[in-house]
Nanobody, 124 residues
Framework: VQLQASGGGLVQAGGSLRLSCAAS????????TGWFRQAPGKEREFVAS????????WYADSVKGRFTISRDNSKNSMYLQMNFLQPADTAVYYC??????????????????WGKGTLVTVSS
């Protein structure tokens, strides 16, 4: 299984970016897929997750109302639309997938697959 994240870049504060994560090697059925990020000098943290079947979503408080996670079953892909970006959002963003439960995904102990990261830099 491979997860390939893309879409990172440099954006000014207040701007938007859309990250994509293309999956190959399996479909995810009832699994959870999600986005995590690691800022310089900080630990990796949960950003958002989506249940592949059904589409239920969860967000970290820091991104609620600004970020939207979605998936396209036909393309086996996941997305993160990031609006109103702030310098504090600067980080390497990773996509991941796991069987769950949700708590284990948020805590990163239930992740089965990680993708390589994509760097998002937000300038002030």
């Amino acid at each position: 299984v491979q997860l390939q994240a893309s879409g990172g870049g440099l954006v000014q504060a207040g701007g938007s970016l859309r990250l994509s994560c293309a999956a190959s090697g399996r479909t995810f059925g009832r699994w959870f897929t999600g986005w995590f990020r690691q800022a310089p000098g900080k630990e990796r943290e949960f950003v958002a997750s989506i249940r592949w079947n059904g589409g239920s979503t969860w967000y970290a408080d820091s991104v609620k109302g600004r970020f939207t996670i979605s998936r396209d079953n036909s393309k086996n892909s996941m997305y993160l639309q990031m609006n109103f970006l702030q310098p504090a959002d600067t980080a390497v963003y990773y996509c991941a997938a796991g069987q769950g439960p949700l708590r284990s995904i948020v805590q990163q102990i239930g992740i089965n697959y990680w993708g390589k990261g994509t760097l998002v830099t937000v300038s002030s």
